[in-house]
């Protein structure tokens, strides 16, 4: 079993998810935040979740406020911003830390599995990586990587 499969986080509403029922799906992990300039991203992300929902990609948004402090909401505002927004169906998870100590286990091994250019270290909001079916992490996409720039590596893992 993948490692990737052996993490858990809250979601939004506070239920504990197990990665491990994203098993057999490519998943494409996200750190977000909804006072940021690429949070227009939400849209494209839920574009290609609703074009590819069906052959097996799930989205999964983690909302973060280590980047000058663009997610200083709690779960309602973010709520509020991905569904109402952006029409946001994909899971949305509580918020996480990706860099330092505190970071998620998630993002820890993600960054150790995919290093960018930081290294160790995610640069901005809306970092991507992309999970195969499998549970390996595949690619790494910038925060300037817009949702419709990824969709061949997508298309490709599905």
């Known amino acids: 079993m993948s490692p990737f499969y052996q993490f858990k986080a809250a979601s939004l509403n506070g239920e504990l998810i197990s990665m491990n029922d994203f098993a057999g799906k490519v998943?494409?992990?996200?750190?977000?935040?909804?006072?940021?300039?690429?949070t227009p991203q939400y849209a494209g992300l839920e574009d290609l979740y609703k074009k590819y929902a069906a052959q097996g990609l799930v989205v999964l948004g983690f909302p973060c406020n280590q980047f000058g402090k663009q997610e200083p909401g709690?779960?309602?505002?973010?709520?509020?911003?991905?569904?109402?927004?952006?029409?946001?169906?994909?899971?949305?998870?509580?918020?996480?830390?990706?860099?330092?100590?505190?970071?998620?286990?998630?993002?820890?091994y993600l960054k150790e599995e995919l290093p960018g250019v930081l290294g160790g270290r995610i640069k901005w909001n809306f970092t991507k990586f992309l999970i195969g079916r499998d549970g390996k992490p595949i690619k790494r996409f910038a925060p300037t990587t817009t949702p419709g720039k990824m969709e061949a590596a997508i298309i490709a893992a599905l």
């Not at 998943?27 to 690429?38: E, I, K, Q």
């Not at 911003?81 to 946001?88: E, L, R």
Request: charge should be negative.
């Open 74 to 108: 709690g779960a309602d505002e973010i709520a509020q911003t991905c569904h109402i927004n952006y029409g946001v169906s994909f899971p949305m998870f509580g918020k996480v830390e990706v860099n330092g100590a505190a970071a998620h286990p998630i993002f820890r």
């Open 27 to 38: 998943v494409l992990v996200v750190n977000t935040a909804s006072h940021c300039g690429f």
